[in-house]
T-cell receptor
Framework: DTGVSQDPRHKITKRGQNVTFRCDPISEHNRLYWYRQTLGQGPEFLTYFQNEAQLEKSRLLSDRFSAERPKGSFSTLEIQRTEQGDSAMYLC??????????????FGPGTRLTVL | DQQVKQNSPSLSVQEGRISILNCDYTNSMFDYFLWYKKYPAEGPTFLISISSIKDKNEDGRFTVFLNKSAKHLSLHIVPSQPGDSAVYFCAASGSGGSNYKLTFGKGTLLTVNP
């Protein structure tokens, strides 16, 4: 399977703990995105990378959130001092990213976070 | 302020009939539109897209229509099949610069009855 993969698929943690999620994009894709989806809502943009550079961050991404893509391949999203409001599905997507045009984003299966 | 709106939370159709899902947007800078399908506990799956330079794009049973003056797009599925039952999301994006993020609607749950 050469699609976007995410690990873990499910994470249950206690309030105040740190969690880290991993995303492996489609191999030749230069752009990588993180979104968050809560019940009854569509996915909401968090941040995006062009290769290893983080080029845009949403105001939803508080200081407790940090994302990296150190070698321009896989990415990690860390949430420090988790709160119950962080409970959501965290989705990763990637796209080919050639040129200036918007291109189709392909999503992974998501990581379901539950903060107790 | 929701920039992409899907005003119908749910839609039910009979197998073999046409399903029409609607989406409205407010941001005139949007110039690329996509439809995704999502099953429970899975990520969104890309279905079809359309650029603002077109007013129609077709792929098999799926056709997307774009009316720029009305800031409205629709997804037609013909004929509808039970396997099409899922939540459908409309998404939009601007062009150039760093504005590659997708803005999604809240989704429409489509149920296709056998």
């Amino acid at each position: 399977d050469t699609g976007v993969s995410q690990d873990p698929r499910h994470k249950i943690t206690k309030r105040g703990q740190n969690v880290t999620f991993r995303c492996d994009p489609i191999s030749e894709h230069n752009r990588l995105y993180w979104y968050r989806q809560t019940l009854g809502q569509g996915p909401e943009f968090l941040t995006y990378f062009q290769n290893e550079a983080q080029l845009e961050k949403s105001r939803l991404l508080s200081d407790r959130f940090s994302a990296e893509r150190p070698k321009g391949s896989f990415s990690t999203l860390e949430i420090q001092r988790t709160e119950q409001g962080d409970s959501a599905m965290y989705l990763c997507a990637s796209s080919l990213g050639t040129g200036l045009q918007t291109d189709t984003q392909y999503f992974g299966p998501g990581t379901r976070l539950t903060v107790l | 302020d929701q920039q992409v709106k899907q005003n119908s939370p749910s839609l039910s159709v009979q197998e073999g009939r046409i399903s029409i899902l609607n989406c409205d947007y407010t941001n005139s800078m949007f110039d690329y539109f996509l439809w995704y399908k999502k099953y429970p506990a899975e990520g969104p799956t890309f279905l079809i897209s359309i650029s603002s330079i077109k007013d129609k794009n077709e792929d098999g049973r799926f056709t997307v229509f774009l009316n720029k003056s009305a800031k409205h797009l629709s997804l037609h599925i013909v004929p509808s099949q039970p396997g099409d039952s899922a939540v459908y999301f409309c998404a939009a994006s601007g062009s150039g610069g760093s504005n590659y993020k997708l803005t999604f609607g809240k989704g429409t749950l489509l149920t296709v009855n056998p």
